[in-house]
């Protein structure tokens, strides 16, 4: 009688056990669910793309300090030498006679664009 009730009670165990672990996976395999694992993933797989964007920027600039010092790009400028003249394209004003503005100097593009895929 004893042998019956356990193989009994080992026997409903088991299928409650297999019931609960089939619903779970069935559960997994919602659409709602589906679409939910893959947002999670998409945020974990940006959160990894952002942290290597992130080291290699770190390690780019390291490297380019580590350059600088190699080649001497970090000594101080000589006051003796010119400046270096920077040039703003399509300033609303063009610099004339009258206006000093030190080493920036203002000019325009060519009026006439060549570009097929303007719109006109």
């Known amino acids: 009688?004893?042998?019956r009730t356990f193989w009994f009670t080992a026997g409903a165990a088991a299928g409650v056990w297999a019931t609960a672990k089939v619903n779970r996976k069935l559960k997994q395999l919602t659409p709602e669910s589906l679409a939910?694992?893959?947002?999670?993933?998409?945020?974990?797989?940006?959160?990894?793309?952002?942290?290597?964007?992130?080291?290699?920027?770190?390690?780019?600039?390291?490297?380019?300090?580590?350059?600088?010092?190699?080649?001497?790009?970090?000594?101080?400028?000589?006051?003796d030498l010119p400046l270096r003249r920077h040039y703003v394209v399509e300033a609303s004003e063009p610099v004339g006679p009258e206006r000093s503005l030190g080493a920036t100097e203002y000019r325009k593009l060519p009026y006439k664009s060549y570009n097929r895929n303007e719109d006109h």
């Open 1 to 3: 009688m004893f042998r």
């Open 36 to 79: 939910a694992q893959a947002a999670d993933r998409a945020i974990e797989t940006g959160h990894k793309l952002k942290d290597f964007a992130l080291d290699v920027r770190e390690s780019m600039a390291r490297r380019e300090a580590e350059l600088g010092e190699a080649l001497g790009l970090q000594a101080p400028v000589d006051p």
